[in-house]
């Protein structure tokens, strides 16, 4: 069994696509994925399969539009994977509140975007994450999903330095369990 771990995008944001980590966690116990796990309330899960990562990101796509009648983006990664997400951040993790991971839903065809107006925002792409560095405050970038997912032309959602480690240490803790 492989551990995955799983980003739904745009879920429980400004009262859309409500979906309740509970719900969640039995859909996905009735998929038959084992050890799930979530956290927060965003769309984090962590768990283990023996099927492909485009299989399961399919089988969770297809169960959430027909449990709670929405699209959904799914975005899956292995623990070695998400490993090498992290250990590629170009950026200083000193102040991890201004650091974010916006991952792909596959390699983007380009490498550059055009964006005005960042301040002091930078961005790099290394495979298929755009790290994200904001001493302005994440609050306040231009260098958001919408802006990454058409200008690369893929799905994309973001997770904070401090959700993509306690996501690193769940799916660590589930492989040695």
Same mark, same amino acid.
């Not at 990101?57 to 929405?70: H, N, P, Q, T």
């Not at 596959?106 to 490498?111: H, V």
């Given at each position: 069994?492989?551990?995955?771990?799983?980003?739904?995008?745009?879920?429980?944001?400004?009262?859309?696509?409500?979906?309740?980590?509970?719900?969640?966690?039995?859909?996905?116990?009735?998929?038959?994925?084992? @050890?799930? %796990? $979530?956290?927060?309330?965003? *769309?984090?899960?962590?768990?283990?399969?023996? /099927?492909?990562?485009? +299989?399961?990101?399919?089988?969770?796509?297809?169960?959430?539009?027909?449990?709670?009648?929405?699209?959904?983006?799914?975005?899956?990664?292995?623990?070695?994977?998400?490993?090498?997400?992290?250990?590629?951040?170009?950026?200083?993790?000193?102040?991890?509140?201004?650091?974010?991971?916006?991952?792909?839903?596959?390699?983007? @065809?380009? %490498? $550059?975007?055009?964006?005005? *107006?960042?301040?002091?925002?930078?961005?790099? /792409?290394?495979?298929? +994450?755009?790290?994200?560095?904001?001493?302005?405050?994440?609050?306040?970038?231009?260098?958001?999903?919408?802006?990454?997912?058409?200008?690369?032309?893929?799905?994309?959602?973001?997770?904070?330095?401090?959700?993509?480690?306690?996501?690193?240490?769940?799916?660590?803790?589930?492989?040695?369990?």
């Amino acid at each position: 069994m492989k551990t995955y771990i799983v980003l739904l995008r745009g879920i429980n944001v400004s009262g859309k696509n409500k979906l309740p980590m509970a719900a969640l966690r039995e859909l996905l116990n009735d998929l038959g994925f084992q @050890k799930v %796990q $979530t956290y927060i309330q965003s *769309g984090n899960i962590v768990l283990d399969t023996d /099927i492909t990562k485009a +299989v399961l990101c399919s089988k969770i796509k297809e169960e959430i539009l027909s449990r709670f009648g929405y699209e959904v983006p799914v975005m899956a990664r292995t623990l070695d994977e998400w490993e090498n997400a992290i250990a590629n951040n170009p950026y200083p993790i000193a102040n991890h509140k201004i650091l974010a991971f916006a991952f792909l839903s596959e390699l983007p @065809k380009k %490498q $550059t975007i055009e964006v005005k *107006g960042t301040k002091d925002d930078v961005y790099t /792409i290394i495979e298929d +994450v755009v790290y994200i560095y904001c001493p302005s405050g994440m609050g306040s970038t231009k260098l958001t999903n919408n802006l990454f997912e058409k200008q690369l032309e893929v799905h994309a959602t973001s997770r904070n330095y401090r959700t993509s480690i306690t996501l690193l240490e769940m799916a660590k803790n589930n492989k040695g369990s």
